[in-house]
């Protein structure tokens, strides 16, 4: 659930927004939206999340439940999407029940899936051929920057949609950069994660030769972590 006691919302003109995909990111992010003002429409592969989250906030602006992506994003300005990979998405996405066949020309489709440069560039051609706007906005913060609405968003596409949904996604998001042309957002995830692995690693390696050399791993920890191991 987000924290809503100390997340503000700047106030901008509501929007017709649909959301997929309601997983530990999506389902706070999309209720930021809810909270900020905008008309929601959720989509989730498993129905009875979705008619949770529709029952939680039913006090905000006309939460609705899509039976598929398409009915989700019928009428929307914009589609955001979470989902699990590139597989996923294009399930979302494509085909007769995929949100793209159900999104009026003009509309723009944001995805914050964690996926390929590769089907990014796809789905940002697939939309263009369909008069659709495509940006592909991986984000990092996990469950807890979701649900506090602080997320830091990395995004690839084109500048004109990019400046229409930044007002937007601030709602759930701390920074909201584009970072180039389509398919540039998962490219800066993959440097986001290979930092974050090298980290990973190395501390690992770190506990593993405490471990070997006999201390107390939890008390060196303790102490290094008082350090420049802290990683400030």
């Not at 009915?71 to 007769?96: E, H, K, P, W, Y």
């Not at 990014?120 to 991986?138: H, K, M, N, S, V």
């Not at 930092?195 to 405490?210: N, T």
Request: charged letters at 15%; proline letters at 5%.
């Amino acid at each position: 659930m987000p924290s809503t006691n100390s997340r503000s919302y700047e106030p901008i003109a509501p929007r017709k927004i649909a959301f997929l995909g309601l997983g530990v990111m999506g389902y706070p992010m999309a209720a930021h939206l809810a909270l900020a003002g905008h008309e929601v429409t959720v989509y989730n592969r498993t129905a009875a999340k979705a008619q949770a989250w529709c029952a939680e906030y039913a006090g905000t602006r006309a939460p609705r439940q899509g039976a598929t992506p398409r009915m989700a994003a019928q009428g929307a300005d914009i589609v955001f999407c979470c989902v699990g990979n590139d597989d996923d998405l294009r399930s979302v996405t494509l085909g007769a029940d995929g949100a793209f066949a159900g999104m009026e020309p003009g509309a723009i489709f944001v995805d914050h899936t964690t996926a390929s440069a590769e089907v990014a560039r796809e789905l940002y051609g697939a939309a263009r051929t369909l008069g659709l706007q495509f940006i592909d906005a991986p984000v990092s913060g996990g469950q807890a920057g979701a649900q506090n609405g602080m997320l830091t968003v990395m995004c690839g596409g084109d500048p004109a949609p990019f400046d229409a949904v930044q007002p937007v996604a601030m709602a759930f998001s701390r920074a909201f950069t584009r970072m180039g042309e389509s398919g540039a957002g998962q490219l800066t995830k993959m440097v986001n994660q290979i930092c974050i692995a090298g980290l990973v690693q190395g501390l690992s390696e770190a506990v593993a030769f405490g471990q070997r050399a006999g201390l107390d791993v939890n008390l060196v920890l303790d102490v290094i972590g008082k350090g420049a191991a802290q990683s400030w």
